[in-house]
């Protein structure tokens, strides 16, 4: 568990992301209704623009087509069953944990999302990443309106204003709160969960593998989960 002096840490950090994002997605000059509806159909159905769109802080060029096509697959298929394994700095937990998520979300295929890290302190970092563009995206507040949360990603626990609820986990945590009313989480994201710790015991790496197909999974929606995992191959029995 992070101390006092980690948690101000973190919050500064967050806070100039916050500005970044702010600053960077400022609305360009005024559309008619009938405009703006036509970018934002166009925008949801293409995902290196809606990418290069709402994201401009992180996206300085166009989407990878390899990135193109599984976000695509991941939308098509509400029981997807994926592993990006990307190769390093090919932007893996943006994707997975912010751009797709969020494009799940706009086109109404996300009831809820689980992150899972290899930590729980990992996870809530991540988590905050994915508030950050909720609550201060001014591109994405414009289109789709005020996402004020209820809860605060450094607990792991927040919700938007449409009852979408977004959990963080640490490796074998058992998920809190899984269902938010009639909701239960629909997107899971184990992200690099594996570590040299861990694969060196290989029992431990059957533990998590159970972990994963078995509380976590039994805890999302039956007919409609979709089970991301992003991660890099070290070891040849981790748990990826």
């Known amino acids: 568990m992070a101390n006092k002096k980690e948690n101000q840490e973190a919050l500064l950090?967050?806070?100039v992301k916050t500005q970044e994002i702010h600053t960077a997605t400022a609305v360009?000059?005024?559309?008619?209704?009938?405009?703006?509806?036509?970018?934002i159909k166009a925008l949801k159905s293409?995902?290196?623009?809606?990418?290069?769109?709402?994201?401009?802080?992180?996206?300085k060029a166009d989407c990878a087509s390899f990135q193109v096509k599984d976000a695509k697959a991941i939308l098509?298929?509400?029981n997807i069953f994926a592993v990006l394994e990307w190769p390093r700095g090919h932007a893996k937990s943006t994707h997975a944990d912010i751009f797709i998520p969020l494009w799940l979300k706009?086109?109404?295929?996300?009831?809820?999302?689980?992150?899972i890290g290899k930590s729980e302190k990992a996870a809530i970092k991540l988590l905050g990443d994915v508030q950050a563009e909720l609550q201060f995206n001014q591109r994405f507040?414009?289109?789709?309106?005020?996402?004020?949360?209820q809860g605060d990603w450094q607990e792991g626990d927040f919700t938007t204003n449409d009852g979408v609820n977004f959990i963080a986990i640490g490796r074998g945590q058992t998920p809190r709160g899984i269902r938010k009313g009639e909701k239960r989480p629909n997107y899971v994201v184990p992200d690099d969960i594996d570590d040299d710790e861990l694969v060196r015991n290989e029992s431990r790496v059957d533990e998590v593998v159970d972990y994963l197909l078995g509380s976590v999974l039994g805890g999302v929606e039956i007919n409609n989960g979709r089970f991301v995992m992003a991660g890099n191959r070290i070891h040849r029995k981790s748990v990826l």
């Open 28 to 39: 360009g000059a005024p559309e008619t209704a009938k405009t703006k509806a036509i970018r």
């Open 46 to 59: 293409d995902y290196n623009k809606f990418c290069r769109y709402y994201f401009p802080h992180y996206c």
């Open 106 to 115: 706009v086109n109404g295929e996300l009831d809820g999302m689980v992150l």
């Open 141 to 149: 507040i414009n289109d789709y309106g005020d996402q004020v949360t």
């Open 76 to 78: 098509a298929d509400k």
């Open 13 to 15: 950090l967050w806070k």
